[in-house]
């Protein structure tokens, strides 16, 4: 007991040692042995901000839930990542993932990158070990349920062929979504009903950080340009009866339920490569094969967790 002792205080002094002494420290979340206080909600909602800028139009308490909600599932990946990774290692690839974003903000190099998380009251260290964090989980969950996954190059290419053959004109959709899953005391149309009020309110990207399950509401959603192809045919139907700007209903999906925003689309007019298409399709469902794996091995790591709010 003494040494879980001795973590709270050292966590609480870190936490001072950042910030002016004039605000108090609030212990607000207990996750095992680790700590959540409001000091670290504010500082994860402004590193929630540099994602997705909309979240500022958020109330406090709305951010407040995300902020928290967000540091609980990075606090649970990383207690997990620790058992298969060195987690002081610096590993190369962050620097690809860390340009990318550079790239992404529309910021010119890294010293750019670092006085804007400076100008925002962000430290660029905390933001390469998110990134890192997410980057390994990412690597866990492939090393894990790769073998599970289940691409049938055949049934694919065919799939590529008729949609060609059938397809007078060829699109490809900015999409973004939310997630949620299906509980058992809950009714899903209850469930929508709240989500749709919400995108009223507070738009579909602010929905998205506070509702859906799925890793990409952190940016507010977005899942960016998707081919036509690479739709299954029930959800491409739902978004093709869509105006820019609208979303659809709930569609069943084996992690929950999914609802799909159309941003924007563009059509395709250069010849389609058959093979070159497959490459990219096999990739599409195995992503998305992948990422309904981490969800499910994440909801059985929370379900294990001891989770305490104050």
Not at 28 to 53: G, W
Not at 84 to 112: A, P
């Amino acid at each position: 007991m003494k040494i879980k002792n001795l973590l709270l205080i050292i966590s609480i002094f870190f936490c001072l040692t950042n910030f002016s002494l004039s605000k108090e420290v609030i212990i607000k979340v207990k996750i095992d042995d680790q700590i959540i206080t409001n000091i670290d909600i504010y500082n994860e909602i402004s590193y929630l901000n540099f994602l997705n800028p909309s979240t500022k139009k958020l109330s406090a308490i709305d951010l407040s839930k995300i902020g928290k909600n967000s540091l609980i599932r990075e606090i649970i990946k990383k207690k997990e990542l620790k058992k298969y990774f060195d987690l002081n290692k610096n590993y190369k690839f962050i620097d690809k993932i860390e340009s990318d974003l550079i790239r992404n903000k529309n910021l010119k190099n890294k010293n750019n990158f670092v006085q804007y998380l400076e100008a925002n009251n962000l430290n660029y260290f905390q933001i390469r070990e998110k990134l890192k964090i997410e980057a390994l989980w990412n690597q866990l969950i492939y090393d894990k349920y790769n073998k599970n996954v289940k691409i049938d190059k055949k049934i694919l290419k065919d799939k590529i062929i008729v949609e060609i053959e059938n397809l007078k004109k060829k699109f490809e959709y900015n999409l973004s979504e939310i997630l949620y899953e299906e509980k058992l005391n809950e009714n899903n149309e209850s469930m929508y009903v709240t989500i749709k009020k919400s995108i009223e309110n507070i738009g579909f990207e602010n929905t998205a950080n506070l509702h859906s399950i799925s890793d990409s509401s952190k940016n507010g959603g977005v899942i960016g340009w998707v081919k036509d192809i690479q739709i299954s045919k029930n959800i491409i139907n739902e978004i093709n009866n869509l105006q820019i700007g609208e979303f659809t209903e709930p569609i069943k999906i084996p992690s929950g339920y999914i609802v799909i925003k159309l941003n924007t689309k563009k059509e395709i007019k250069n010849k389609i490569d058959v093979e070159n298409e497959l490459s990219n399709l096999i990739e599409f469902e195995k992503s998305k094969q992948l990422n309904s794996f981490s969800i499910i091995f994440y909801k059985r790591l929370k379900q294990n967790t001891v989770i305490n709010e104050y």
